[in-house]
T-cell receptor, first 114, second 114 residues
Framework: DVKVTQSSRYLVKRTGEKVFLECVQD?????MFWYRQDPGLGLRLIYF???????EKGDIPEGYSVSREKKERFSLILESASTNQTSMYLC?????????????FGPGTRLTVL | AQKVTQAQTEISVVEKEDVTLDCVYE???????LFWYKQPPSGELVFLIR??????QNEISGRYSWNFQKSTSSFNFTITASQVVDSAVYFC???????????FGTGTRLTVIP
């Protein structure tokens, strides 16, 4: 059974803290993605990576960075968390090379920044 | 520019009723892919279907059916004889050929009342 796992389901942090969200996939997928989901806005792409150490900005990269040191792991970093980063964060992965491949999603991390 | 519109924010139906979720898309590409995902209360998005732009044949899978019409840029999703387990947020998404990422609509929350 294919799996994308995220390190936490719920996370509470304080303003200014550095936050790490971890995502691991066991499908040997080339592409990995980080989205945030907010009511009325759907899913918005923050960053994606199509290979180890490669990354590309999505639609809303401001305030975030990412790291992909190993193929199976993709980390989202909030350098200095702010209250407007309170959201649901979803990680996804897919095979590379073709845009018709479906994305497989993790269960999400609901982050609250106080 | 790409865009996916799901005009219905929330829908409530009584169990066993049929319901149609609308999806309208915009793209300049002639080759693209359309997707539907389901997000149950557990949070993890589940892939339901993919359609490419050259295949306008409608699809039926059990109680689910999809109607793809290029003339109206729509890819609507119908659930027949709805059940309580169908309660979820449903997302329509678009991927253009050569692109690695998906553009999501804002989602439709479906509530099936027993």
């Amino acid at each position: 059974d294919v799996k994308v796992t995220q390190s936490s389901r719920y996370l509470v942090k304080r303003t200014g803290e550095k936050v790490f969200l971890e995502c691991v996939q066991d499908m040997d997928h080339e592409n990995m993605f980080w989205y945030r989901q907010d009511p009325g806005l759907g899913l918005r792409l923050i960053y994606f990576s199509y290979d180890v150490k490669m990354k590309e900005k999505g639609d809303i990269p401001e305030g975030y960075s990412v790291s992909r040191e190993k193929k199976e792991r993709f980390s989202l970093i909030l350098e200095s968390a702010s209250t407007n980063q309170t959201s649901m964060y979803l990680c996804a992965s897919t095979l590379g090379g073709e845009s018709y491949n479906e994305q497989f999603f993790g269960p999400g991390t609901r982050l609250t920044v106080l | 520019a790409q865009k996916v519109t799901q005009a219905q924010t929330e829908i409530s139906v009584v169990e066993k009723e049929d319901v149609t979720l609308d999806c309208v898309y915009e793209t300049r590409d002639t080759t693209y892919y359309l997707f539907w995902y389901k997000q149950p209360p557990s949070g993890e998005l589940v892939f339901l279907i993919r359609r490419n732009s050259f295949d306008e044949q409608n699809e039926i899978s059990g109680r689910y059916s999809w109607n793809f019409q290029k003339s109206t840029s729509s890819f609507n999703f119908t659930i027949t004889a709805s059940q309580v387990v169908d309660s979820a947020v449903y997302f329509c998404a678009l991927s253009e050929a050569g692109a690695n990422n998906l553009f999501f609509g804002t989602g439709t929350r479906l509530t099936v009342i027993p």
